[in-house]
């Protein structure tokens, strides 16, 4: 079983920076897909960044240029640096694992859906304007 847990959400003013840092435990297989998704309080989730098995990293629009991601090579720590943020990426953030291969646009809307992987407990980022 996997499990993960994510760390370093805070505060910050608009424009600041911040590093969150996901650990991973448990079978990892070389056909699973990462990423990151994000849930700002009373909407839907929001896909992020997907790494796909092959180590490609794909962005949505909404973070493109701003964040950037990466998974260590054992694939045991991802990280999310999130640069120039704004009060509208204030969200409780989420690192996830899909359990299988996956890319594409689809990818973002399975990332935190049951059945098709796991899941942090996420870290809080507020952004102040």
């Known amino acids: 079983q996997v499990q993960l847990v994510e760390s370093g959400g805070g505060s910050v003013d608009a424009g600041g920076s911040l590093m969150l840092s996901c650990r991973i435990s448990?079978?990892?297989?070389?056909?699973?897909?990462m990423g990151w998704f994000r849930q700002p309080p009373g909407t839907e989730r929001e896909g992020l960044v997907v790494?796909?098995?092959?180590?490609?990293?794909n962005y949505q629009d909404s973070v493109k240029g701003r964040f950037t991601a990466s998974v260590d090579s054992a694939k045991t720590t991802l990280t999310l640096t999130m640069n120039d943020l704004k009060p509208e990426d204030t969200a409780r953030y989420h690192c996830?694992?899909?359990?299988?291969?996956?890319?594409?646009?689809?990818?973002?809307?399975?990332?935190?859906?049951?059945?098709?992987?796991?899941w942090g407990q996420g870290t809080q980022v507020i952004v102040s304007s």
């Open positions: 996830a694992v899909l359990y299988d291969r996956c890319s594409g646009p689809l990818c973002y809307k399975l990332l935190g859906k049951p059945n098709f992987g796991a």
């Open positions: 448990g079978k990892i297989y070389r056909s699973y897909s």
């Open positions: 790494i796909d098995s092959d180590g490609n990293v």
